[in-house]
């Protein structure tokens, strides 16, 4: 079992769907990061969570510490979101290190 | 934000070479990362790339096959070394800057090796 699991795997939209991926983890964290990678490999990190909600434009990251859990949801969701989205988490002992999601396609319809 | 550019971008390579990724970060930061992303799967932590010595590998990652070095604060190397088939992958370098904590990535390098 990975120590972190995303769900979906593959989710397919029409524009202007709200969006929302999950991500669990097993055991405490120092950081929760989510991320988007695009078709060419490159990866952008879009939020660091440790606590609490937090949004940027139409996308919003939340996380709950007690239930191990974190949600990334789109608003008004467009074309341009499609990518994968994945979800890392860092621990107290683990020096910055990520662990990684196997990751959400995401396919925005126009 | 940092920025941090990789070289090459991509690159298809034969059997039994070796190929060296460079890493530049914009600025100075604490840490930096290498990471390898099999076609399908998820990103796997290769190493830390230590500034002044020794990188520090993760379980299933040796120094002979994936030398790293880190000569200052702003640039790392890989060199995959005796290429094969099953190396083809995207390798990706990220960085943290001690003050912000969030980690930044390359572009990535796409390797095919045929």
């Known amino acids: 079992k990975n120590e972190v699991e995303q769900s979906p795997q593959n989710l397919t939209a029409q524009e202007g769907e709200f969006i929302t991926i999950n991500c669990s983890y097993s055991v405490g964290i120092s950081a929760l990061h989510w991320l988007q990678q695009h078709p060419g490999g490159g990866i952008v990190s879009l939020f660091m969570l440790s606590s609490g909600k937090k949004k940027h434009g139409r996308l919003i990251a939340t996380i709950n510490i007690q239930e191990k859990h974190s949600s990334l949801h789109i608003t008004a969701s467009h074309p341009r979101d499609s990518a994968v989205y994945i979800c890392a988490v860092s621990y107290p002992q683990g020096a910055q290190k990520l662990v990684f999601g196997q990751g959400t396609r995401l396919t925005i319809n126009p | 934000s940092a920025v941090i550019s990789q070289k090459p971008s991509r690159d298809i390579c034969q059997r039994g070479t070796s190929l060296t990724i460079q890493c530049q970060v914009d600025?100075?930061?604490?840490?930096m990362f290498w990471y390898r992303q099999q076609p399908g799967q998820s990103l796997t932590l290769i190493a830390t790339?230590?500034?002044?010595?020794?990188?520090?590998?993760e379980s299933g990652f040796v120094i002979d096959k994936f030398p790293i070095s880190r000569p200052n604060l702003t640039f790392s190397t890989l060199t995959v070394s005796n290429m094969s088939p099953e190396d083809s992958s995207i390798y990706l370098c990220s960085a943290i800057r001690h003050s912000y904590n969030e980690q930044f990535f390359g572009p990535g390098t796409r390797l095919t090796v045929l």
């Open positions: 600025s100075q930061v604490t840490m």
């Open positions: 790339a230590n500034q002044g010595s020794e990188a520090t590998y």
